[in-house]
């Protein structure tokens, strides 16, 4: 089978018209939403900054509140596992479900679950899953991987999710997007009834209480984690908070950052299973604490990229992942925050083109909620795989620098430079390069070299 690059599925991107009207309409309209919220939030900035510093405190001290929030899970009647890597995480899931002989499970919204492909694995062994977050639902139906962390199915259009809905459940085309939710809405019912298992993922948790945070805007979430018998919940090792306290510091700039809301429409706190005389909720509470990659990054110089808390304000700003979407990553975890987790989690080396997917223009670090500084880390991981880099890239970085020491030799090349892209066209910009910088004029237009440079301007000002 052909291996599909970064690069190809770019360029694939590019000409995809539809996906990019999609994509960009939606993610600008979140964006938009996200900057009214940030401010109508009172003091925003210094609560970012006391949102940052929980973050920094408690993956400081990510040991001792691993232990304590494990001790208060176990306090409140869940069972704690812990899964060094995906495999792991994933075996724990099968060994629950073997236990209890599932036959179908039902998931809300979960990027952990993505990232370990848990319900690949699940179908091996014959148990069904079924997504619930109508998102998740729709990529599912589809057969594709999620595009977006928050919005999994963004660079779909209505008719495309019409038409979706109308080959695989028969229902009546229409382009009423209430419509198409109440039909799924009949569909997923059922599955809630009669479901084994109700797998989740983990917003936050609750260190000192044991406390598990979802929040979503739509109601699958309680019902997955509550109607039945059996609830795992898989999160990332880095998800915790210290308390009740700090979460509130958090939700206050979740939901405005991802969605423009001041606070989403569920906002779940469960703790512990059912117990003797409450009428809802699962009698097993399986909580699965997952590293896969996590500790290492930990130990490393982008620890910070652990602060992050999914947001995907950074995803919605972000101008090259709005021209190609989240599928060309290859990744669960796409935009900024993707090009710098992916290669943290699973390789510098295999994801080497992530980090260079950015123009570095640090909008991902203006609206970060915690103020991740995403473009030093995209530098850094650059630096680390330069050894990967085209030779023609490492030749002519070479000589740029040979050029950029010397004013001399910098000066004449910028006066052949100038000459050289004059002679090319009678207009300012050159519609046509060649190989290997053809790759930007292939869709945009390059500008010729100013007539004068900024030097030559500013010495012709000072002497006027």
């Known amino acids: 089978m052909t291996h ?22 939606v993610s600008t309209r979140l964006a938009e939403m996200r900057s009214a919220a940030m401010a109508s939030l009172p003091d925003a900035d210094a609560i970012r900054d006391r949102a940052r510093l929980i973050r920094a405190h408690t993956v400081r001290k990510l040991d001792h509140y691993l232990s304590q929030f494990a001790d208060s899970v176990e306090r409140v009647g869940g069972k704690v596992h812990w899964a060094a890597s995906a495999e792991e995480a994933v075996q724990i899931v099968l060994d629950v479900a073997r236990s209890h002989n599932a036959q179908l499970v039902v998931k809300s919204k979960s990027m952990v679950t993505e990232e370990i492909h848990l319900n690949h694995a699940l179908e091996s062994i014959g148990v069904q899953v079924i997504e619930s977050d109508l998102g998740e639902y729709i990529i599912q139906l589809a057969g594709e991987p999620p595009s977006h962390i928050i919005a999994p199915a963004i660079h779909k259009t209505k008719a495309q999710i019409a038409q979706l809905l109308h080959e695989k459940l028969n229902m009546p085309l229409t382009d009423d997007p209430t419509t198409m939710a109440a039909f799924a809405r009949v569909k997923l019912r059922q599955a809630f009834l009669t479901a084994d298992i109700g797998i989740s993922g983990v917003n936050f948790g609750v260190a000192d209480s044991g406390t598990l945070v979802t929040v979503t805007n739509e109601g699958n979430g309680r019902m997955t984690t509550s109607m039945p018998r059996v609830h795992i919940a898989l999160m990332g090792m880095e998800r915790l908070v210290p308390s009740l306290d700090d979460l509130s510091v958090m939700l206050q700039v979740l939901a405005r950052s991802a969605t423009g809301q001041k606070l989403s429409v569920y906002t779940n706190l469960l703790t512990g299973a059912r117990r003797a005389g409450e009428p809802d909720g699962p009698d097993e509470l399986h909580v699965i604490i997952v590293d896969a990659g996590r500790a290492k990054i930990l130990a490393g110089e982008c620890a910070e990229i652990l602060y992050c808390i999914r947001c995907s304000a950074c995803v919605n700003v972000c101008p090259v992942y709005r021209e190609i979407g989240g599928h060309a990553y290859q990744s669960v ?82 006066g052949f430079a100038r000459g050289a892209t004059r002679l090319l066209t009678s207009t300012d910009w050159l519609q046509r390069l060649p190989p290997p910088i053809s790759g930007w004029t292939r869709h945009r237009d390059f500008p010729v070299f100013a007539k004068k440079t900024f030097s030559e301007m500013l010495k012709t000002r000072r002497s006027n």
């Not at 690059?5 to 694939?12: A, H, I, L, R, S």
């Not at 030779?391 to 950029?404: P, Q, S, T």
């Open 4 to 25: 599909v690059t970064f690069y190809d599925k770019v360029e694939d991107a590019l000409h995809d018209d539809q996906m990019r009207g999609a994509l960009g309409r």
């Open 333 to 414: 975890y796409s935009g900024p925050i993707g090009a710098v987790l992916t290669p943290l989690l699973w390789g510098v080396d295999e994801w080497s083109n992530l980090p260079h997917a950015s123009s570095l223009c640090g909008a991902c670090r203006d609206v970060c909620p915690v103020r991740i500084d995403l473009p030093r880390m995209l530098l850094q991981l650059r630096h680390e795989s330069e050894h990967k880099n085209p030779f023609w890239i490492k030749a002519g970085l070479r000589v740029y620098r040979e050029f950029a020491t010397k004013p001399t030799l910098f000066k004449f090349a910028v």
